[in-house]
């Protein structure tokens, strides 16, 4: 069990990085986190915290910085891991789900038998923007019968009111620009 990580602690090792990936994106980097193994595992603690091991039956992590957070709450929870990727990653059948994006539109995509009817999901992503990835990755889990207890971020970037299109699922941030 690591000592007690606070949420300020997470805020000051996150890195902005003006102008990435174009130009007028803050981008949040969040590599001084997982780089320091205090942090890291307080983070997964905090995202984790409302639930016991073997209450979630998989922890569903979106491509690429929430697989790193998901994988070890996963492990941490006694639970299996579940990649959302993007389109065209992932080998076998596959269903995808289309978002809007601010121009144009992504697909993602999970495994067709990567959750069972009724399964408990914990939705992991490293942050939370306009909210329509997490939608996405949030419709799949939809179609394939499975129940979200929480989705879980790292970062909520307030102003964009991403947590308005996550259908009344309870969504926890730990640190919220
Ligand atoms: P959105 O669909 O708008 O909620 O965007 C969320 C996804 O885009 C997440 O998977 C994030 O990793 C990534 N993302 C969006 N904005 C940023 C940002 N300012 N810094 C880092 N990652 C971001």
């Known amino acids: 069990m690591p000592a007690t990580v606070t949420a300020a602690e997470i805020e000051k090792a996150i890195r902005n990085v003006p102008d990435f990936p174009k130009p007028g994106i803050q981008f949040k980097d969040i590599t001084p986190v997982l780089a ?14 409302k639930f016991k091991p073997g209450s979630v039956d998989a ?8 697989f790193i957070f998901a994988a070890a709450a996963a492990t ?3 639970a299996g891991f579940v990649p959302v990727r993007k389109k065209g990653k992932l080998p076998y059948s596959t269903i995808e789900q289309d978002y809007a994006l601010e121009y144009g539109h ?3 995509a999970m495994h067709t038998d990567a959750l069972k009817p009724g399964a408990r999901v914990l939705l992991i992503d490293d942050l939370l923007a306009t909210g329509g990835t997490a939608a996405a990755a949030i419709a799949l889990v ?11 971020f790292l970062i909520e970037l307030k102003f964009l009111n991403g947590r308005e299109k996550l259908g009344g699922i309870p969504a926890r941030s730990l640190v919220s620009y």
């Open 36 to 49: 320091d193994a205090r942090l890291f595992a307080g983070a997964i603690e905090l995202l984790t915290e």
């Open 59 to 66: 922890v569903v992590g979106i491509d690429a910085r929430g």
């Open 76 to 78: 941490k929870l006694h």
């Open 106 to 108: 992504a697909t993602v």
């Open 142 to 152: 939809h179609k394939l019968g499975g129940k979200i207890l929480e989705a879980g």
